[in-house]
Structures are given as C-alpha cells and as structure tokens.
C-alpha cells in the first residue's frame, strides 16, 4: 500500500479498533517469546547480543513482540514501524504491559520512513520484503537512515516457497499459487473461511492488476533472482547471505510431532535442493541477508 493511502487506512484501523484483549495480548506475546527468532538463521557472530546499546528500527513491527524483545535484550531505542494502525497500537498497549520504556511504535510506510539519515544503528525486517509494494524503494530508504557502518538484517520467505501465498490461516496445500490464479484461490479460500468461520476475516483482499497481471494484493511475488538484482544494485555490502532449505520450515512439523521423525531421513536430500539453480526458488525457505553501509 502506498504512502499517500495512509490516512485512509488509519481510519479504518481506528474504526476497527477495540480494546487490548486476550488474544490481542497473546499475539505480541507470541512474538515477543519468539523473538530471537531472526537471529536462529545466523553465525554466532550475528546473535541478538549485537542490539546492545544500538538503536534500532524494526521494520514490519506487526503486534510488537519482537521490537519489545530487542529492547529487553538490551538495545538503546526500538522503534517499530508498520503501515497499519492497529498493529502499532498492539505494540504501543504490549511495550506498556511489559514496561519496555524505550521501545515505541509509529505507523509509516517503509518506502517512505519517517526518520532523518543515519538515525539508526540496526534496522531489522524479519517476513517484510515480500509484502511491501517497493522492495526498492523500501531498501533505498533503508539506506538512508542506517548509520555508516550499521547493519541491516533481514529474512523472508521467496514467492515461489510453497506457501508463499501467505493463506496458511485458510490452507496449508503447498504451492497452490504456483498452478492456480491468485483470483481462483482467493475465491476458494473465501467460499472456505465462509463455510467454517462464518466470515473472511482471515482472507487476503482480492487480488489487484500490476502491470497488466493480476497478483496477489498481500504479496509482491518478490524472488531470490529478483531481490538479488535489487541487492546487487544498492550501495549496501553483503556481510552474509543464505538459503534456509525448505525442511527448516516449521509449517512441515506444526501440529504433527510424528512428521519430524519421517522428515529427518530427508534432510539431506533437501538440504541441497536451494543450490540448484533451476529449483532453489521452490525449496527454499527463507532467503537470509546480513547488509552494511559501508564507512
């Protein structure tokens, strides 16, 4: 969503606003127990300790969790950024509940960040480049407000991983959108959500006509091909860079203990999958960056 229809989503959040409720709480909650979940993919050298001191902006904040984390673990200042006024109101609601004095939420758009340059240590972007409209434009002011000699980290999911259609709440079937329309899933898991939830609360919004295709409204179909050529031609540095093979993948194992055992027989056949070139974009989980501005 671009930056000029904030206004009116912010109406639209505060009309859905409500009280912080149970489940609202769980939810950053949640994040907030997972937090150090963006750093399990890195070297020793890349752990949460690196925060310490640091201020950090946290892109795609969501409920907070993971923002009120980083300022638990011992950052200067964190300041999450999310586009959805509700979302930043959870973390505002989470960071008191929790006495996270020098965590605070803004709503924003990522392509344009509300910041002056260099006005942070870190930027962090856990399952945020493959929802915003500009992955240019969103790493470019990325950029720009990242200190010389900060570092930015960031992993997401690439389009083409199986449930890179993000409708896990409505379906787990892998790779759906690699053989039907976004329109044909999105009117299934609608017909779905009715039938089992008495509402479409939980499906995307109807997809939306980009450069004469129809795609997904939520996504951006963003690829490992395709952010490489957008990191290639950035001004950052790439201090790491990895493929999380598909296995890693809590989505195989939620909910079936059992598929564990079976899955581990595999895993070196899948380990290797994300270095063919021909197939990586399919068995892949997440695509990992360590980035720094140079001095």
Same mark, same amino acid.
Request: aromatic share 14%.
């Given at each position: 969503?671009?930056?000029?229809?904030?206004? @009116?989503?912010?109406?639209?959040?505060?009309?859905?606003?409500?009280?912080y409720?149970?489940?609202?709480?769980?939810?950053?909650?949640?994040?907030?127990?997972?937090?150090?979940?963006?750093?399990?993919f890195?070297?020793e050298?890349?752990?949460?300790?690196?925060?310490?001191?640091?201020?950090?902006?946290?892109?795609?904040?969501?409920?907070?969790?993971?923002?009120? +984390?980083?300022?638990?673990m011992?950052?200067?200042?964190v300041?999450?950024?999310?586009?959805?006024?509700?979302?930043?109101?959870?973390?505002?609601?989470?960071?008191?509940?929790?006495n996270a004095k020098?965590?605070f939420?803004?709503?924003?758009?990522?392509?344009?960040?509300?910041?002056?340059?260099?006005?942070? @240590?870190?930027?962090?972007a856990?399952?945020?480049?493959?929802?915003? @409209?500009?992955?240019e434009k969103?790493?470019?002011?990325?950029?720009?407000?990242?200190?010389?000699?900060?570092?930015?980290?960031?992993?997401?999911?690439?389009?083409?991983?199986?449930?890179?259609?993000? =409708?896990?709440?409505?379906?787990?079937?892998?790779?759906?959108?690699?053989?039907?329309?976004?329109?044909?899933?999105?009117d299934?898991?609608?017909?779905?959500?009715?039938?089992?939830?008495g509402?479409?609360?939980?499906?995307?919004?109807?997809?939306?006509?980009?450069?004469g295709?129809?795609?997904?409204?939520?996504?951006?179909?963003?690829t490992?091909?395709?952010?490489?050529?957008?990191?290639?031609?950035?001004s950052?540095?790439?201090?790491? +860079?990895?493929?999380?093979?598909?296995?890693?993948?809590?989505?195989?194992?939620?909910?079936?203990?059992?598929?564990?055992?079976?899955?581990?027989?595999?895993?070196?056949?899948?380990?290797?999958?994300?270095? =063919?070139?021909?197939?990586?974009?399919?068995?892949?989980?997440?695509?990992? +960056?360590?980035?720094?501005?140079?001095?």
């Open positions: 969503m671009r930056s000029e229809h904030l206004s @009116d989503v912010r109406i639209q959040e505060l009309q859905q606003d409500s009280c409720d149970e489940p609202t709480f769980k939810r950053s909650n949640a994040g907030f127990e997972n937090g150090n979940q963006l750093f399990m890195f070297p050298q890349y752990k949460v300790k690196l925060l310490r001191g640091k201020n950090v902006l946290d892109l795609g904040c969501h409920c907070g969790g993971p923002g009120v +984390y980083y300022a638990h011992g950052a200067d200042k300041f999450g950024l999310d586009i959805v006024y509700r979302r930043v109101n959870e973390g505002r609601k989470f960071s008191l509940s929790k020098n965590a939420f803004i709503q924003g758009d990522a392509e344009a960040i509300p910041f002056v340059n260099e006005s942070f @240590d870190f930027i962090t856990r399952d945020f480049f493959e929802h915003v @409209d500009s992955p969103a790493l470019q002011e990325s950029y720009r407000v990242l200190k010389k000699g900060g570092l930015m980290i960031l992993v997401f999911p690439p389009f083409y991983h199986p449930w890179g259609y993000h =409708i896990t709440s409505i379906t787990r079937f892998p790779w759906l959108h690699v053989f039907f329309s976004p329109s044909e899933i999105i299934v898991c609608r017909e779905i959500s009715l039938e089992h939830f509402s479409v609360r939980f499906v995307p919004p109807l997809p939306i006509i980009n450069k295709k129809k795609r997904f409204a939520h996504v951006n179909g963003i490992i091909k395709r952010f490489k050529k957008i990191i290639n031609s950035s950052f540095s790439i201090r790491y +860079y990895r493929l999380v093979p598909l296995l890693s993948s809590s989505l195989f194992l939620r909910d079936n203990p059992n598929k564990l055992q079976l899955l581990r027989k595999f895993k070196p056949f899948f380990d290797c999958l994300p270095s =063919i070139p021909a197939i990586k974009e399919f068995f892949t989980a997440k695509v990992v +960056y360590i980035l720094e501005k140079p001095e």
